[in-house]
């Protein structure tokens, strides 16, 4: 029975942890319009959690919440680069939270807007 248990929670860990992410990052840049401002340094994190439905963004020490609210797609960009995405909402906005293998793209739909943190 102890086996069993153990074998049971070892499984649930294991689930858990393929459905939530940590990224860190150094860098970072603001979108405008689909024009990029120059890159700065930060450090910021970004936690996926796929269990909660919930993206939080980590960054000079002040957290923000995104709700997700699509299935996760995959696709592969214009240069040819594979990258996951998911449609989001925080507050009354919806955001593209696309990430890709050195960055993580975080755009505000309706105005274009955003941010973009690199490793």
């Known amino acids: 029975m102890y086996k069993l248990l153990l074998i049971f929670l070892l499984i649930n860990t ?6 939530k ?3 860190n990052y150094t860098l970072y840049s603001k979108i405008d319009n689909e024009k990029l401002s ?15 439905r919930k993206i939080t963004v980590i960054r000079n020490n002040k957290k923000q919440f995104y709700k ?3 299935a996760i797609q995959q696709g592969i960009s214009s240069s040819g680069e594979d990258y996951s995405e998911v449609m989001t909402i925080k507050g009354k906005d919806e ?8 960055r ?3 755009i505000r739909v309706i ?9």
């Not at 294991?14 to 459905?19: E, G, I, R, S, V």
């Not at 120059?38 to 909660?52: E, Q, R």
């Open 95 to 102: 955001f593209l939270v696309r990430l890709l293998s050195n």
């Open 21 to 23: 992410g940590i990224m």
């Open 14 to 19: 294991l689930a858990f942890a393929q459905n």
């Open 68 to 70: 997700i609210s699509s």
């Open 104 to 106: 993580v793209m975080i």
């Open 111 to 119: 105005s274009r807007t955003g941010l973009v943190l690199y490793n």
């Open 38 to 52: 120059p890159i700065l340094k930060s450090n910021s994190k970004v936690i996926f959690d796929f269990d909660m």
